[in-house]
């Protein structure tokens, strides 16, 4: 299992990112994906959950209104659309998936929100 996010960078106060995470080694189809971030000195955060056919998300009151997941099968790729962004946003995003009882990370990719 092979996950690798892309997509970060810095940005302003207000401005929009999207993240990628290219999937691998498993059936992608069939597992629902999340994507996590984890700010310095603080615990890792859900941001967004989306079932394996993407008829259903699940965003936090934190992000909701501002982020949106989304997935193409065909690409083996799950996306976060970051809107509005705000410093709090500031974190190393992730993404996750859980199979039978094992969790898979990427390696992360890194967001700052600052002017």
């Known amino acids: 299992v092979q996950l690798v996010e892309s997509g970060g960078g810095l940005v302003q106060p207000g401005g929009s990112l999207r993240l990628s995470c290219a999937a691998s080694?498993?059936?992608?189809?069939?597992?629902?994906m999340r994507w996590y971030r984890q700010a310095p000195g603080k615990e890792r955060e859900l941001v967004a959950t989306?079932?394996?056919?993407?008829?259903?998300?699940v965003h936090p009151d934190s992000v909701k209104g501002r982020f949106t997941i989304s997935r193409d099968n065909a690409k083996s790729t799950v996306y976060l659309q970051m809107n509005n962004l705000k410093p709090d946003d500031t974190a190393v995003y992730y993404c996750?998936?859980?199979?039978?009882?094992?969790?898979?990370w990427g390696q992360g990719t890194q967001v700052t929100v600052s002017s």
């Open positions: 080694g498993f059936t992608f189809s069939t597992y629902g």
């Open positions: 989306i079932t394996r056919d993407g008829g259903s998300t």
């Open positions: 996750h998936v859980l199979i039978l009882v094992r969790g898979y």
